[in-house]
């Protein structure tokens, strides 16, 4: 199979499809094809997953020229951090696809497009194996999200909007002037004038350039995650995208950013990321309480899954930043679960609204008595978004911490374990704030979920169940990967402000 470009099928199926759906004009016809396209995507993620060799590095590697003068490729390949991304990716594209079916009945054809392209701009990120390709890629993904928010989401959408693509583009344009410094630099050095991720990844850089070079890769991914203070931008963005923008936002995107710090800022920057762990932990720490606590007081549902993400994405840079096997592979555990968790939390949010017109936490309650199908959904991904153990969401925050303490970094696991007993609380009382109580009058005669959005969320919930039961199928994926950055920052041989 390694002679096969499967990595390639995976990356431009939505594309064939979204370019075959602009010929299409009836609405069943424009659904099939975009569904034929990202089920294909995820099939063949799934094959490259039975045939990937754990720890044998990066796989199913596609190479050609595209500007060899200026050492310029399309390269594809992927290890096992990669890979799990991919999986994670294309599922969550079918899942999306499958419910537009029957709740997008506006411009269909156009959002079929964008979402299609969308899925390629997100899978190149993920497989790009040279610096230029990855950019193109990051920069692409911003279109389809921008037209997606701009022209499906909410009354405030263009303020959103403006504000996402201000902010990324802020980051992304300091991240390539990076990305040339690192080229003249490891050429003028080396005489070998690359922009192949993996050789970069082999130079050695000096302290002084290395810092300056972390610090533009750090807002480009800070930004994505967000971090604290980074993240005004995804509590807009969340509130005012569809239903399906805000699963993909939560569920990809922000992953996007957790991908950068594990593939490029610790490789390649190992000595400026020891000389940050103090600063990011911190930030890590801020970001899972201040994100916990402002989810305690909202009262739009929305905003509250919103601002939960900025807390749980806080325990994936606490772990990438610890610095330790158990924080990394939690980081990446996290990660997964977050886009399964949050996913499914924001697709129930979306069947609510669509059935109420309301988000407002005070105008609901009762809905269990007229909804127990999703009475007991909802229950089920936000236990599982408190880190219920036996669900996914445990797996991930128990190595993170596992990782903070084993290490000087453990006064920040302690303040993060009250971000987890605050999001027990913002969870649970919006729980029964929305699904317990009287019902209100308006909602008496409102029906459960259809077949279709059961079927949908019962595949998430599956997912996220053998994530938490049999853990380890996955962290073999990538344990050997992220060992090796352990080690590379190991033998850097600069100290941390709290390991001297």
Known sequence: MESFPILSLILWLPLIAAVIVLFLSDRRAMFAVSLAGAL???VLSVLVWASFAPGAGMQFRE?????????????LGVDGISLLMVLLNTFLFFLCIVYAWASVHDRVKEYLFTM????????????ALDFVLFYVFWEIMLIPMYVLIGVWGGERRVYATVKFVLYTLFGSLLM?????????????????YTFDILELTQGTYGERFQLWAFLAF????????????????????????????SVILAGILLKMGGYGFIRFSLPLFPSASQTAQTAILVLSVIAILYGALVALM????????????????GFVTLGIFSFTQQGLDGAIMQMFSHGLVTGALFLCVGQLYERTHDRLIANLGGLAHRWPVYAVLFLFFSLASIGLPGLSGFVGEFMVLLGAFVTGTRIFGVL?????????AYMLWMYWRVMLGSLQEAHRKLEDLTRLETAVLVALALVIVWAGVQP?????????????????????????????
């Open 40 to 42: 294909l995507s995820l």
């Open 63 to 75: 190479t050609f020229d595209w500007l060899p003068a200026l050492g310029i490729q399309y390269a």
């Open 116 to 127: 299609l392209l969308l899925e390629v701009g997100i899978t190149g990120v993920f497989l």
């Open 176 to 192: 390539l002037v990076a990305i040339l410094a690192l080229y003249f630099v490891h050429g003028n050095t080396t005489g070998v």
């Open 218 to 245: 750090f807002l480009a991914f800070a930004i994505k995650v967000p971090m604290v203070p980074f993240h005004t931008w995804l509590p807009d963005a969340h509130v005012e995208a569809p239903t399906t923008g």
């Open 298 to 313: 909202q009262t739009d549902l929305k905003k509250l899954i919103a601002y939960s993400s900025v807390s749980h994405m």
């Open 416 to 424: 993060a374990v009250l971000g987890i007993i605050l999001s027990a």
């Open 472 to 500: 380890q199928g996955f962290i073999e994926l990538f344990t050997a990967d992220t060992s090796g950055i352990v080690e590379a920052i190991a033998a850097s041989g600069v100290t941390s402000a709290l390991t001297r």
